[in-house]
């Protein structure tokens, strides 16, 4: 439970850019994270997502994590998952159908760090594509279904009650 509570998304995500930019990665901000940045309400997820474009060799960016302090904790075939010194989960996915959202991806300056994001609409169209897939678990396409509504503007009044 330590390295739970110590996990820190915030130097997760500034190690990984660097480290990517640092290989000449073009990669994007995808996620919870991302949601939460683009809707203005945190949300909770468990991991920091980042789509890497699918031209880059996936050993390269793998060697260039590991070498930066990063955890290889499994490989997918369409992922590769790591874990920060500081415990927080990295989950990097590498889809053809994210290259140009890549492209189009907005930056975003983060304790002087340049980090891109997908857009907003691009970030709806992943979630609504992950909901709709019949293998996913239904809890995870219930999220998706949910970050969907955030990011199209069913954000809750900090004062709603239950």
Known sequence: MAAESAADKVAALLDSARTLDSIGAR???????????????????????????????????????????????????????FRHASGEPVQLAFD?????????????EIAGVSIPIVRKADLIAMKRRAAADPGRRRSKALRDQADVALLEGDVPDPDEGW
């Open 27 to 81: 990669f994007a901000l995808i996620g919870g994270v991302a949601v939460g940045l683009h809707s203005g309400v945190p949300r909770a997820t468990v991991d920091t997502d980042l789509a890497v474009s699918s031209s880059v060799e996936r050993e390269l960016v793998a060697r260039a994590l590991v070498g930066a302090g990063f955890r290889r904790v499994g490989a997918f075939p369409h992922s590769l998952n």
């Open 96 to 108: 053809p159908a994210f290259d140009p959202m890549i492209e189009r991806a907005e930056r975003l």
